[in-house]
């Protein structure tokens, strides 16, 4: 079985502050693990992926994620953040299935809001 | 970027009705999925489509639910006869290829079951 645990449901930095969403996945093989972001009215966005070689990965608008193995932990950073990043934060689980398409499992998601 | 469009973003339908969600995918995407999500939880993997047949379900896909894509067209989830307990967003995915390839999401249909 997959899971995702994100254990902040809203999150509330200040314009130009650091920023980290938490992220705790399990996954019995290897996994793979995205982030996404959701904007109002809008499908969700894919932020960046690991699926393996360097932990530390980068994605768009200056948002990195390290994957650490021995805490199953896959959390997302951004060293200053602007008020156009308030939006909710999808951290998510795969495997790789043979013949078929992946299965992601999402975790509840982290409403962040910039505050200026 | 790719956009994956629903129609429609919401719908009202009675208890016992039948209810379509019509999904249109990137165009030169071959795999197609459904997401649930309930109100205050979790979104959760329904199914995935590839080549006409439903390559995975998960236990949330019950009986009443069938998907398909008839000659390209819209990939359509439907409900019949629909319960209360379908009342969720709905979000339609596709994909370029399978694997762990990335998933480009639309923005849901919001389905409410009176």
Same mark, same amino acid.
């Given at each position: ?24 996945? @399990? ?58 990043? @308030? ?30 | ?7 429609? $973003? ?16 990137? $165009?030169?995407?071959? +795999?197609? +999925? ?9 979104? &959760?993997?329904?199914?995935?489509? +590839?080549?006409?047949?439903?390559? &995975?379900?998960? /236990?949330?896909? /019950? !009986?009443?639910?069938?998907? &398909?894509?008839?000659?390209?067209? +819209?990939?359509?989830? /439907?409900?019949?006869? #629909?319960?209360? &307990? !379908? *009342? ?5 995915? *596709? $994909? ?12 849901? #249909?919001?389905? #409410?079951?009176?």
């Amino acid at each position: 079985a997959q899971s995702v645990t994100q254990p902040d449901a809203r999150v509330t930095v200040s314009e130009g502050a650091s920023l980290q969403l938490r992220c705790k996945y @399990s996954y019995s093989g290897t996994p793979y693990l995205f982030w996404y972001v959701q904007y109002p009215r809008q499908g969700l966005q894919l932020l960046l992926k690991y699926y393996s070689g360097d932990p530390v990965v980068q994605g768009v608008n200056g948002f990195e994620a390290e994957f650490i193995k021995s805490n199953s932990s896959f959390h997302l950073r951004k060293a200053s953040v602007h008020w156009s990043d @308030s939006a909710v934060y999808f951290c998510a689980v795969s495997g790789v299935q043979q013949g078929t398409g992946s299965k992601l499992s999402f975790g509840k998601g982290a409403k962040l809001t910039v505050s200026p | 970027g790719p956009k994956v469009l629903q129609i429609p $973003s919401h719908q009202i339908i009675d208890m016992g009705q039948m209810v379509t969600l019509n999904c249109d995918p990137v $165009s030169n995407h071959l +795999y197609f +999925y459904w997401y649930k999500q309930i109100l205050g939880q979790q979104m &959760e993997f329904l199914v995935n489509f +590839y080549n006409g047949k439903v390559m &995975e379900k998960s /236990k949330l896909f /019950k !009986d009443q639910f069938s998907v &398909e894509r008839p000659d390209g067209s +819209y990939f359509t989830l /439907k409900i019949q006869p #629909t319960a209360l &307990e !379908d *009342s969720a967003v709905y979000f339609c995915a *596709s $994909s370029r290829t399978g694997g762990a390839a990335e998933q480009f999401f639309g923005p849901g #249909t919001r389905l #409410t079951v009176l």
